[in-house]
């Protein structure tokens, strides 16, 4: 049984009433349709939290497409790169810890800590900034810091807490890269 039952105001599109009079109208059917499961779920969580009218922006729909692909086309190229034959010891590489590894921990924490109160309020705008844009952008400063020598270890800790923390909103996604891309290595390991 839910704890609680969430609510907000109508649903806004672009920033505008919607209307079937005006033409600005989408059901839920046809932004799956547009812009697939993942996307609009993405979307629909950005929309916005509280009683204020939620906007589904299409431009966030368009560019959370874009996102997930590069999400997952790095996760290809770098577990492979990281880890050639698909198994790893990861207790050296947890040994082999240094600053950049231990700022970029440090980060992931917070955004597990930030994310994790963002859903138990039921703050779902705020969960997507903590749990995926914010950690995409440290893990993006700490690739740079670290000019390509990244610890595979602190990098399957971060896809670990990404996927998990993305789960609730786009499980589909989360799902499947966590059994194509993780799940064989961490098996291994």
């Not at 059901?27 to 939290?49: K, N, P, S, W």
Request: proline letters at 4%; aromatic letters at 12%.
């Amino acid at each position: 049984m839910p704890r609680s039952i969430y609510c907000n105001g109508f649903m806004i599109l672009n920033g505008e009433k919607m209307s079937k009079s005006t033409g600005n109208f989408l059901t839920v059917r046809q932004c799956v349709e547009q812009f697939g499961v993942d996307a609009t779920r993405i979307t629909l969580a950005d929309a916005g939290d509280g009683l204020d009218d939620a906007n589904f922006e299409t431009d966030v729909a368009n560019a959370s497409i874009l996102k997930l692909y590069t999400l997952e086309k790095w996760m290809q190229d770098n577990i492979k790169a990281s880890i050639p034959d698909g198994s790893i010891d990861f207790a050296p590489h947890r040994a082999n810890i240094d600053l950049w590894d231990g700022i970029f921990e440090n980060a992931i924490n917070h955004g597990i800590e930030q994310c994790t109160e963002s859903f138990d309020g039921m703050k779902y705008k705020q969960a997507l900034k903590a749990g995926f844009y914010e950690l995409q952008s440290i893990k993006e400063d700490y690739l740079i810091a670290k000019a390509g020598k990244a610890n595979p270890y602190t990098l399957m800790r971060y896809l670990t807490a990404q996927l998990t923390l993305l789960n609730p909103i786009i499980p589909h996604f989360a799902q499947y890269c966590w059994k194509k891309y993780l799940h064989p290595v961490l098996s291994k390991s």
